[in-house]
Nanobody
């Protein structure tokens, strides 16, 4: 079993930045591909970004490419999502996800989510 705990969400003005963190426990972190998803009110949960076990490869949703960066620190069992140039449409609950394989399509594990609100 894997436990994921997100932090770093909050309220920010359009054009601002936030960094989300997700701390993992319960399984060797370096054996897990990691990702971020988000869900806006009234919408389905959607993929945001993912990173391989080693951190060598990443992929992003087109809507965040060039603005968001996913990274990981295997020594700290933590994955990050740096979000720059935030837009009101980025407002959502952001979920950390983990899976034994990459790319991540149907994650095995989910965090509880952290709210990101971008004001215009």
């Amino acid at each position: 079993q894997v436990q994921l705990v997100e932090s770093g969400g909050g309220l920010v003005q359009a054009g601002g930045s936030l960094r989300l963190s997700c701390a993992a426990s319960g399984r060797t972190f370096s054996s897990l591909a990691m990702g971020w998803f988000r869900q806006a009110p009234g919408k389905e949960r959607q993929f945001v970004a993912a990173i391989t076990r080693s951190g060598a490869f990443t992929n992003y949703a087109n809507s965040v490419k060039g603005r968001f960066t996913i990274s990981r620190d295997n020594a700290k069992n933590t994955v990050y999502l740096q979000m720059n140039s935030l837009k009101p449409e980025d407002t959502a609950v952001y979920y950390c996800a983990a899976d034994g394989s990459y790319p991540i399509q149907r994650p095995d594990y989910w965090g509880q989510g952290t709210q990101v609100t971008v004001s215009s």
